[in-house]
C-alpha cells in the first residue's frame, strides 16, 4: 500500500511505563506508528491519552521515572531505544527537532534571541565565527517571518509577543533542517489569529524543507489544517489512522466519532454540546479489553475480554475496534 | 573542555547582541539611582582604593616598632595613635584593609565556587546525587560558620591562606542551599526541556541556562558573604585563631588595644569603626543589588 513512500519514522510495540511507589502506569501501551518522508500526521487526543508521551519517547526524554520497556522505535532505519545517549543527544535538534506548548515559557529568558539560536547552530553545525554565525541566525529568523530580524536578534524574550516567541521557537527547532519535527501544541497558547498564522508557517515550511512532522494536539481543527493523515489516541493507545479528509469523512472508532460529534458546528443551534460520557479509565489498572469499552454507545461482550488489534478496515484506514475486526 | 568550549560561544553571543549591553546600562542605570547601593559602592570602592594604594601612600611601616612613641593619642604626626608597641595605628589600619578584603573576597569566591558547583549538580540532577549533596550542605549548614571556621582555623595553624581556606569551607553551604533552590525551580522549566529536546548536553543546560538565570540572588549573596567574611575574619583574628601575629588585622588590633582601652580607646577605636562601615558599605551594597537585580522593582521608584 505505501510501495513508494519511505519511511522516516517507525514506531513498533511501543510501551512506555512510569514505575511509581503505588504500582505502574502504562502511558503508552503498544504504539505502531510509521511517519512517511515529507508526511505531516497529527496525533489527536485528550489530556493525558500519552500524545505528549509519544514524542518524549521518540526523543527519549520520558521523565524519570518513565522509561520505555518495550518496543523498537527506529528513525531513519536506525534503533533510536538502543542509541547510546551521547549518540541520541546528537540527534536531537540535528535529526529530531521539537518545539514545545508555551513559547513565553520555551525560551531562556537570560539570553537575547541571537545567543539562544547561535548556541544552537554552533552546536549542531559547528559554526563559531562570529560573522558566519550572525548571517545564519538572520537567514533563519527571516525563514520564519520575522519582521525586523537585525533587532529581533538583539531583544531577550520578554520583549517579544507570543506569536513572535514561537516562531523564534520553530526558528530554533528548525535551524538545523530536521528530517522529523515534533510540535507538541505549537498553537494551545497562542490567540487565534496568530494560531492560523504560525500553522501555515509551520506547513509551508516544513513542506518546504522536504521534512516530516508530527503535530501534536488536542485540536481537531489544527490537525485538519495542517496534516495530511490523523492518528487518534486514546488511553494510551492508537484507536484510529486514516487520512485526514478520510477520518473526517468516515469516522469509524466509536471514539473518534464521540470526537468529531463533540465539535459544535458553526450556525448550527443548540443548547447542549454533545459530549462523551463517562471518564478516561486508570491507567494504573491494567485492562484486557478495550480502554474505552465504558464509555462506547456500541460495546460488546468481547470488548471486555479481548483487545481489539490494528486492521486496515479500508486502504489507509487503520482502526482499533471489535465493530469491525469481522464475524461480529 | 566541552564546558569551555560552550562558555566561549557564549561570550561570542554575547558580543553579537546588543540587547546584552542595554541591560547592562539600564541595571547600572537602576543602580546609579538607588541610594544603598550607591553609599555601599562608594564605601567599597574607597577601601579597595586604600587597600591597592596603601604602598605607594606616605604611611609610616606598620610593621615599625617604636618603644618611645607608645600609645600616642591621635596627633598630626599619628592621626590614629599609636598603639602599645609603638606602631602607627593609622597605617595598620589601611594596611589591614589589604588583609580583611583580599582574605574575605578570597573566602568568597571560593566558597562561591563549591556552592555552585554543588548546589547546581544537586538540583539539576536531583535523586541520588541530590540527596548525598544536600546532605552534606545541610551537615555543614548546621554548623555556625563561625564556629567550624574557628575549628579549622585552629586546627590548620594561623596563616593567611589557612584563614581563607577555613572561612570557605565553613561558608560555602548558604551558597549551596541557594544555588540547589534556585536550580530547583529552573530545572522545572521548559526552556530546560526545550534545550534537551534540541540536544544540549547537561553540562550545557546547568552551566549556560539555569546558572545564568541564578546569578541575581548568587550576587546579593556574594555581596553579603564578602561582609560576613570580614567578622568571621576579624573574628578569628581577635581570637589569635587567624592572621599570623606581625600582620596588620583589624580583628587583631581590636584584641591588642583591649589591653589599653582604658588609657588608649583609639588603638581599638579606629580599626573598630572602619570595620564597621566596611561591612556596613558590603551589607548596604548587597541589599541594594538585591532590589535593583530583581525584575520586579524595575521602574520602580525608591
Known amino acids: ?328 | 573542555m566541552r564546558l569551555r568550549q560552550g562558555l566561549n560561544d557564549r561570550l561570542i553571543s554575547w558580543k553579537v547582541s546588543g540587547g546584552f549591553r542595554q541591560t547592562v546600562v539600564e541595571i547600572l542605570e537602576r543602580g546609579r539611582r538607588n541610594g544603598m547601593v550607591v553609599i555601599g559602592f562608594s564605601i567599597i570602592a574607597t577601601m579597595i582604593a586604600l587597600a591597592l594604594l596603601a604602598p605607594v601612600l606616605p604611611l609610616a611601616d606598620p610593621k615599625e616598632l617604636n618603644t618611645d612613641e607608645r600609645l600616642l593619642p591621635p596627633s598630626s604626626r599619628h592621626w590614629f595613635g599609636t598603639d602599645n608597641l609603638g606602631q602607627d595605628v593609622f597605617s595598620r589600619v589601611i594596611w589591614g584593609t589589604r588583609v580583611s578584603l583580599a582574605v574575605a573576597s578570597l573566602a568568597v569566591c571560593f566558597s562561591l565556587i563549591i556552592g555552585v558547583v554543588l548546589g547546581l549538580t544537586a538540583g539539576y540532577f536531583g535523586g541520588a546525587v541530590d540527596y548525598i549533596i544536600a546532605g552534606t550542605i545541610d551537615l555543614f549548614w548546621t554548623f555556625p560558620a563561625f564556629l567550624l571556621a574557628l575549628a579549622f582555623a585552629a586546627a590548620l595553624g594561623a596563616s593567611l591562606w589557612n584563614v581563607i581556606l577555613a572561612i570557605s569551607i565553613s561558608y560555602w553551604a548558604g551558597f549551596g542551599r541557594l544555588m540547589r533552590g534556585q536550580a530547583l525551580t529552573i530545572r522545572e522549566r521548559q526552556f530546560v526541556e526545550a534545550s534537551r529536546a534540541l540536544g544540549a548536553t547537561h553540562g550545557r543546560i546547568m552551566f549556560t541556562h539555569v546558572m545564568p538565570n541564578c546569578l541575581a540572588p548568587l550576587i546579593v549573596w556574594a555581596s553579603i558573604g564578602v561582609a560576613d567574611a570580614i567578622t568571621i575574619e576579624s573574628s578569628l583574628s581577635f581570637l589569635g585563631a587567624g592572621t599570623p601575629v606581625t600582620t596588620p588585622s583589624w580583628g587583631k588590633m581590636l584584641s591588642m588595644g583591649m589591653i589599653n582601652i582604658a588609657e588608649a580607646p583609639w588603638v581599638t577605636t579606629f580599626p573598630g569603626i572602619v570595620l564597621l562601615i566596611t561591612i556596613l558599605g558590603f551589607n548596604l551594597l548587597g541589599d541594594g543589588l538585591r532590589d535593583v537585580l530583581d525584575p520586579r522593582m524595575k521602574g520602580m521608584r525608591r
Request: charge should be neutral; glycine fraction near 8%.
Open chain 1, 1 to 328: 500500500m505505501s510501495g513508494e513512500r519511505r519511511p522516516i519514522l517507525e514506531i513498533k510495540g511501543l510501551r512506555t511505563q512510569f514505575l511509581l511507589h503505588e504500582g505502574t502506569v502504562t502511558a503508552l501501551d503498544g504504539i505502531d506508528l510509521t511517519i512517511y518522508e515529507n508526511e505531516s500526521v497529527g496525533i489527536v487526543g485528550e489530556t493525558g491519552c500519552g500524545k505528549s508521551m509519544t514524542a518524549f519517547s521518540v526523543l527519549r526524554l520520558v521523565p524519570p521515572p518513565g522509561k520505555i520497556t518495550a518496543g523498537s522505535i527506529r528513525f531513519k532505519g536506525v534503533e533510536l531505544t538502543t542509541l547510546t545517549v551521547d549518540q541520541m543527544r546528537g540527534i536531537r535538534g540535528k535529526l529530531i527537532s521539537m518545539i514545545f506548548q508555551d513559547p513565553s515559557t520555551s525560551l531562556d529568558p537570560v539570553f537575547t534571541v541571537g545567543s539562544q539560536l547561535g548556541e544552537v547552530i554552533s552546536l549542531h553545525q559547528g559554526i563559531y565565527e562570529e560573522a558566519a554565525l550572525k548571517k545564519k541566525v538572520l537567514q533563519v529568523l527571516k525563514l520564519v517571518r520575522i519582521a525586523a530580524p537585525e533587532s529581533v536578534v538583539r531583544q531577550y524574550p520578554h520583549e517579544l509577543s507570543g506569536g513572535m516567541k514561537q516562531r523564534v521557537m520553530i526558528a530554533l527547532a528548525l535551524s538545523c533542517n530536521p528530517s522529523l519535527l515534533i510540535a507538541d501544541e505549537p498553537t494551545t497558547a497562542l490567540d487565534v489569529t496568530i494560531q492560523a498564522q504560525i500553522l501555515n508557517l509551520l506547513k509551508d515550511l516544513v513542506r518546504g524543507a522536504g521534512s516530516s512532522m508530527m503535530l501534536i494536539t488536542h485540536n481537531l481543527g489544527v490537525v485538519a489544517e495542517a496534516c495530511d493523515r490523523i492518528c487518534i489516541m486514546y488511553a494510551g493507545r492508537i484507536v484510529e489512522i486514516a487520512e485526514t479528509l478520510d477520518l473526517f469523512e468516515n469516522p469509524m472508532h466509536p471514539y473518534t466519532k464521540g470526537l468529531l460529534k463533540a465539535f459544535p458546528k458553526l450556525g448550527e443551534q443548540k443548547d447542549e454540546l454533545n459530549v462523551i460520557r463517562g471518564t478516561v479509565p486508570n491507567l494504573m489498572k491494567p485492562f484486557r479489553g478495550c480502554p474505552f469499552v465504558d464509555r462506547c454507545d456500541s460495546s460488546m461482550e468481547k470488548c471486555r475480554a479481548f483487545r481489539p488489534i490494528m486492521l486496515e478496515v479500508k486502504p489507509r484506514h487503520f482502526v482499533s475496534c471489535h465493530l469491525y475486526s469481522g464475524g461480529g
